[in-house]
């Protein structure tokens, strides 16, 4: 049974998909804790990031890199925070997170879908 980001993927539930190679492909997460806030996710369905074949493994991280520079720079953001927890969705997944302060990650945000499209246009330019 696919998981709720194929799905998104595959358009059989409702997503923002920014990004898509082929191989990986990046969401608006729907509970963001900043406007931007990424998933970074591989086709395959694998549910833990260490589980990844070693050629998988450092190709999702060398995609993670131009995905968040490509972010930094739409966002201005001083940063972009990497978080790897994987216990929500059992789909390997990254969260790239835009911060300019310590206290960026600490508390969730509300966006509107707007705010997502138009990010998501300054994304694709």
């Not at 990424?38 to 549910?47: A, G, N, R, S």
């Not at 929500?88 to 600490?106: A, F, K, R, S, T």
Request: no cysteine; hydrophobic share 40%.
């Amino acid at each position: 049974m696919s998981t709720v980001f194929t799905k998104i993927r595959e358009g059989e539930i409702p997503g923002f998909i920014f990004d898509d190679n082929g191989e990986f492909f990046v969401i608006h997460t729907n509970n963001p804790i900043q406007l931007g806030h990424l998933l970074v996710i591989p086709y395959l369905e694998i549910d833990y990031i260490f589980d990844l074949d070693n050629v998988t493994y450092n190709k999702l991280w060398e995609y993670v890199k131009n995905i968040s520079i490509r972010l930094q720079k739409i966002t201005n953001a001083k940063k972009i925070a990497i978080k790897v927890e994987g216990l929500e969705v059992n789909h390997v997944h990254i969260h790239l997170i835009p911060i300019n302060n310590p206290g960026d990650l600490l508390v969730h945000t509300n966006v509107t879908d707007q705010e997502i499209l138009d990010l998501k246009n300054k994304f694709k330019n």
